[in-house]
């Protein structure tokens, strides 16, 4: 069963947070992260990519950025730009994109959790990247940014968050992307305790979005706990930050697929190629989207054409065979293009759905890419069937829109 706590956040004052928060540290670079943050001296950024303090970008992994990244957590605080909740508290933090609101309990989840697979993952970590983010956590003694979990949907915990946000938010903004982003904090202890209680009746957390991170977190809690020769099992550390969402309020959205190269094919062949495993029908000169799932859209020399997937080339019972990553991998990208490995071959590229249709077909129209190939979004059903089996969704799957803003709560390890 799920084990979390309220905390102590650490949070901005109300008058600057607009100043504060930014995206996540991993879904822009170190360039766009110093024009984001130019001329703001109290953007979360100098904390969570601190390199762009320097007056030429250096490694981000060099071990002046990790220590810039702690003055610069002590600064925050010491000038007041962010100050610590004086009780522990649970938060809702909601996010509005498109008229749609979905709304996630900000808590503390269990390291043991973590570790015992009662958090379900569906990718798999690169060690670089954890024993980075682990480096980030260790010395900040934070988690600066959370993690984004989802959960089964529960009424009652539907009804308290309706509660309690019919009262006045503490934060409630848009950002310059067009997302609005609202806040409340949970003091009730009556709701505190309630919500714990609740939580604690579900059996499993799943990860949506922060794989590196949540590795990041539990492992560094796991090693406070074996340096503690007075280790209890109740510290701070024994926690990390998520937040948590109801998982019919989610949507996943495409994550499509951009070739270089019909791997020494014609055109003629490559789409006879294709009518092996697929109906294939042309759609003209705009690229359209997938109509539903095992129907796939290629755009090729200015054409689109609508794939649908034969009988036999997927199987319902197997919750990665079934698939529409599988399929197309299996049958388009490695028996008719030759890329074996998604994470590595450079043939390929990656593009989430956030950006449209259009920049695939820019993409192809310009000459860069000969091929794009878009893919109906994976459901949450299929990401949490597969993290329930124990199986790990191939690469490049899920993309979750809007991500999560950093720095509305900050959650120290002390």
């Known amino acids: 069963m799920a084990v979390i706590k309220p905390f102590r956040g650490i949070r901005p004052p109300k008058s600057i947070v607009k100043e504060v928060v930014c995206r996540p540290y991993d879904v822009l670079s170190s360039l766009e992260a110093r024009l984001e943050a130019e001329g703001n001296e109290k953007s979360l950024y100098r904390i969570i990519k601190p390199e762009i303090d320097f007056e030429t970008i250096i490694d981000e992994h060099h071990q002046d950025v990790y220590n810039r990244a702690v003055e610069n957590f002590n600064k925050f605080q010491e000038k007041g730009w962010l100050v610590q909740d004086p009780e522990e508290y649970y938060y809702v933090y909601a996010q509005t994109m498109n008229a749609k609101t979905q709304y996630g309990l900000v808590v503390c989840s269990h390291v043991e959790d973590y570790m015992n697979d009662r958090i379900k993952k569906h990718e798999l970590t690169r060690r670089d990247k954890e024993e980075d983010r682990m480096k980030h956590v260790r010395i900040n003694n934070a988690n600066i940014e959370p993690v984004f979990f989802a959960y089964p949907d529960n009424n009652e915990l539907d009804n308290i968050v309706k509660r309690i946000i019919s009262g006045t938010a503490e934060y409630d903004f848009i950002a310059s992307d067009g997302v609005g982003h609202h806040f409340w904090v949970i003091k009730d202890k009556n709701d505190i305790q309630r919500i714990t209680e609740l939580f604690a009746t579900i ?37 990390f930050m998520a937040v948590c969402f109801p998982d019919t309020q989610l949507n996943i959205i495409d994550y499509n697929r ?12 490559f789409l006879k190629k294709l009518k092996e495993h697929f109906t294939v029908e042309e759609k003209g000169a705009d690229i359209t989207p997938p ?14 054409y609508s794939l649908t997937a034969k009988e036999g ?12 990553v599988t399929i197309s991998s299996k049958y388009i990208l490695d028996e008719i293009l030759g890329i074996k490995d998604l994470r590595s071959d450079k043939r390929i590229d990656f593009v989430g759905g956030i950006r449209g249709l259009g920049e695939l077909k820019k993409r192809v129209d310009s000459g860069e890419m000969k091929l794009a190939l878009a893919l109906y979004p994976v459901t949450m059903k299929q990401l949490m069937d597969i993290a329930d089996s124990g199986n790990i969704m191939p690469p490049k799957t899920t993309w979750f829109e809007p991500k999560l803003r950093s720095g509305l709560v900050i959650h120290k390890l002390d």
């Open 203 to 239: 059996p499993d957390l799943y990860i949506a979005d922060g794989h590196h991170r949540s590795a990041a977190a539990a492992l560094v809690g796991a090693e406070k706990a074996k340096q503690n020769p007075d280790h209890k099992g109740d510290e701070e550390y024994n926690f």
């Open 258 to 269: 951009l070739v270089k190269d019909l791997n020494g094919l014609s055109t003629g062949e």
């Open 291 to 304: 109509t539903g799932l095992h129907n796939f859209s290629v755009y090729l020399e200015g054409k689109c």
């Open 313 to 324: 080339t997927y199987d319902d019972n197997d919750p990665i065979g079934v698939l529409d």
